[in-house]
Nanobody, 115 residues
């Protein structure tokens, strides 16, 4: 059973920064697609950022230039660096990693941005 554990969520003022981490219980390699999603109350879960096996990164328009996705395959970790946070970034953030055709999700970490 693969487990993903997110951490790093917190309460932060607008303009602040946070770094979210995703720890995997299974080896992560550059062949894995890793992504971060978020979900606000009453909203659907949305893709925030993703990194493909080829290393290409993709971002939602709302976070481009502010968020950076990365991974450290030596540590089986993924990260989401979030800068210049805005109140609309408030959500539960989830990590997703694909091994083959199977996607695994963590339980999420809460990010609250106050104005």
């Amino acid at each position: 059973q693969v487990q993903l554990l997110e951490s790093g969520g917190d309460l932060v003022q607008a303009g602040g920064s946070l770094r979210l981490s995703c720890a995997a219980s299974r080896r992560i390699s550059v062949a894995n697609t890793m992504a971060w999603y978020r979900q606000s109350p009453g909203q659907e879960r949305e893709l925030v950022a993703a990194i493909t096996p080829g290393g290409t990164t993709n971002y939602a328009d709302s976070v481009k230039g502010r968020f950076t996705i990365s991974r450290d395959v030596r540590k089986n970790m993924g990260y989401l660096q979030m800068n210049n946070l805005k109140p609309e970034d408030t959500a539960v953030y989830y990590c997703k990693v694909a091994w083959g055709q199977v996607n695994y999700w963590g339980n999420g970490t809460h990010v609250t941005v106050s104005s």
